[in-house]
């Protein structure tokens, strides 16, 4: 487990500053678009005169070397620093979700012990006629970065996206095979779920798909 530990050590992706309102990127995504939830925390790091900044997966950033989509761990610090951030997610947008040092992280993402990791998914596609359909694509290697994360979570809460969808039994047997309580719900409720168990210390991750289909390379509808 320690080689694995000493294996992902992650580093910052670069942050690009707002101007007058746009980032300077060619990213569209804007943080003036519609706001669907807000969610508070009282340990909020956000600061009344800063202003929100995007991060694009553009961007080079470790990367897990998974078969299927691609990880990017884009806040933590050291793992074995004790300088950990405490980050709450604080609105929701059709494109991804603001948090509360102002960062706007576009597309899905993956929360956990206070660090985010970028998380290239869709959500699943709810107007299929059945389960299969709606989770065509989805497999337990879009969960594979929770073998290797330390500590590991409790619970994983699950954000399907506007609506909550049932998981494929393989991702059910996955995650609790890890001995991972799995909680699917919407991505809304599991994000405001998220804020108050972290807040309360417990041990807890959360897995977000985008409200919307998104590419977190562009910020633009995929």
């Given at each position: 487990m320690a080689s694995r530990t000493s294996s992902i050590r992650p580093m910052l992706s670069s942050l690009r500053p707002m101007v007058k309102g746009k980032p300077q990127t060619s990213i569209t995504l804007r943080t003036t678009s519609k706001v669907f939830a807000t969610f508070s925390s009282s340990s909020s790091a956000s600061s009344s005169s800063s202003r929100p900044r995007l991060v694009s997966a553009g961007t080079p950033s470790y990367r897990f070397n998974l078969q299927i989509r691609t990880f990017q761990n884009i806040l933590s610090p050291d793992p074995d620093s004790m300088d950990k951030p405490n980050l709450a997610i604080n609105k929701l947008t059709p494109r991804g979700f603001i948090l509360s040092d102002d960062l706007v992280i576009p597309g899905g993402c993956i929360f956990h012990s206070g660090r985010?990791?970028?998380?290239?998914?869709?959500?699943?596609?709810?107007?299929?006629?059945?389960?299969?359909?709606?989770?065509?694509?989805?497999?337990?290697?879009?969960?594979?970065?929770?073998?290797?994360?330390?500590?590991?979570?409790?619970?994983?809460?699950?954000?399907?996206?506007?609506?909550?969808?049932?998981?494929?039994?393989?991702?059910?047997?996955?995650?609790?095979?890890?001995?991972?309580?799995?909680?699917?719900?919407?991505?809304?409720?599991?994000?405001?779920?998220?804020?108050?168990?972290?807040?309360?210390?417990?041990?807890?991750?959360?897995?977000?798909?985008?409200?919307?289909?998104?590419?977190?390379?562009?910020?633009?509808p995929r």
């Open positions: 985010a990791i970028l998380w290239d998914v869709d959500p699943p596609k709810s107007d299929a006629p059945n389960l299969n359909e709606m989770w065509k694509g989805w497999t337990e290697d879009r969960f594979r970065v929770f073998q290797l994360v330390v500590p590991r979570p409790e619970i994983l809460l699950f954000g399907t996206g506007q609506t909550a969808i049932p998981a494929p039994k393989a991702i059910r047997d996955y995650i609790s095979g890890l001995g991972i309580q799995l909680d699917v719900m919407d991505t809304r409720n599991a994000a405001s779920t998220y804020n108050l168990l972290a807040e309360e210390g417990r041990t807890v991750a959360a897995a977000l798909c985008p409200l919307e289909p998104i590419d977190p390379k562009t910020g633009g």
